[in-house]
C-alpha cells in the first residue's frame, strides 16, 4: 500500500462519480484533492480514459508541481490552476473541474447565474462569476480564476470551457457542482420562458455570503 492509496483512491472515485454524471466526457475535466496538512495534492492524470483508470494513475504532487511519488502518468495540464486555487483559498481542500452542459452554456453566453434559491447561494455563494476565457493550461488562465476568487464562492463558470467547483472536501467540491448544474439548468428553463426572472432579495444574498464565510473560517482555523 502506498502512503497515499486512500486518499488517490477517493479522487478516483469521485471523477468516476462525474463521470457517470455526465460532468466529464472523454478524457476531460479533473479532480483534486490536499493532502497532508496542504502541502501536497492527489490529482487525476492528463489524457487518460477513465474507464481504465485505477488508484495507480492518481498523481501526487507538492505545491510546486513536483511529482512525490513514480506515477504511471503526468498529472492533469490543469493541475498549475487547482494549486494556484488552494494557495488563495486556504478554506478549499478539493476541487472538480468539470465541462457540464448547462454550466457550459452559461460560459458560451457569458452570464453569471445570480442567486435564485437558498441552498444553492448558501452553499456556491449568491452568485457564480464567469471567468474570463484563456487557453486551457495557461498562465492566463491561471491568473483569470485566480482574479475572481476573492469572492469566498464555491463555484465559477470559465468562458467557452467548462466549471470550477470548491469545496472543503471532495464531497462537497461534487455536491457544489451538482448544486451549480441545478441552478444553470432551471434559470436556463426560466429564461427561454422570456419572462423576468426573480432572484433572491439582496439581504438574503447578503445573509448567505455570511454564513458562507463563517463556515469558511471555521474550516481555516481547524485546519491550522
Ligand atoms: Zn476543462
Redesign the pocket.
Known amino acids: 500500500m502506498g502512503k497515499y492509496n486512500v486518499q488517490k483512491k477517493q479522487v478516483l472515485d469521485c471523477i468516476m462519480a462525474l463521470v457517470e454524471q455526465g460532468f466529464v466526457q472523454g478524457t476531460?475535466?479533473?479532480v483534486s484533492l490536499l493532502l497532508q496538512g496542504g502541502s501536497a495534492v492527489a490529482v487525476t492524470p492528463s489524457q487518460r480514459e477513465y474507464a481504465t483508470m485505477t488508484p495507480d494513475d492518481i498523481c501526487v504532487v507538492d505545491l510546486d508541481l513536483r511529482p512525490l511519488e513514480e506515477a504511471g502518468a503526468a498529472p492533469s495540464m490543469?493541475t498549475a490552476m487547482h494549486l494556484a486555487i488552494y494557495r488563495s483559498r486556504p478554506d478549499a481542500g478539493a476541487i472538480v473541474?468539470t465541462?457540464q452542459i448547462f454550466a457550459s452554456v452559461f460560459s458560451l453566453i457569458n452570464e453569471p447565474i445570480p442567486a435564485l434559491f437558498d441552498e444553492v447561494a448558501g452553499a456556491i455563494g449568491p452568485k457564480v462569476e464567469i471567468v474570463p476565457y484563456a487557453l486551457?493550461g495557461s498562465k492566463e488562465l491561471v491568473d483569470n480564476v485566480v482574479s475572481k476568487l476573492g469572492n469566498r464562492a464555491n463555484c465559477y463558470i470559465?468562458q467557452n470551457?467548462?466549471a470550477l467547483s470548491l469545496g472543503r472536501d471532495l464531497d462537497h467540491a461534487r455536491r457544489n457542482a451538482e448544486l451549480l448544474e441545478k441552478a444553470a439548468q432551471v434559470y436556463y428553463y426560466a429564461l427561454t420562458t422570456g419572462r423576468a426572472v426573480s432572484v433572491l432579495p439582496q439581504e438574503v444574498q447578503d445573509l448567505m455570503s455570511l454564513i458562507m464565510a463563517d463556515r469558511q473560517d471555521e474550516e481555516i482555523k481547524r485546519r491550522r
Open positions: 476531460g475535466g479533473n490543469e473541474h465541462h486551457s470559465l470551457h467548462g
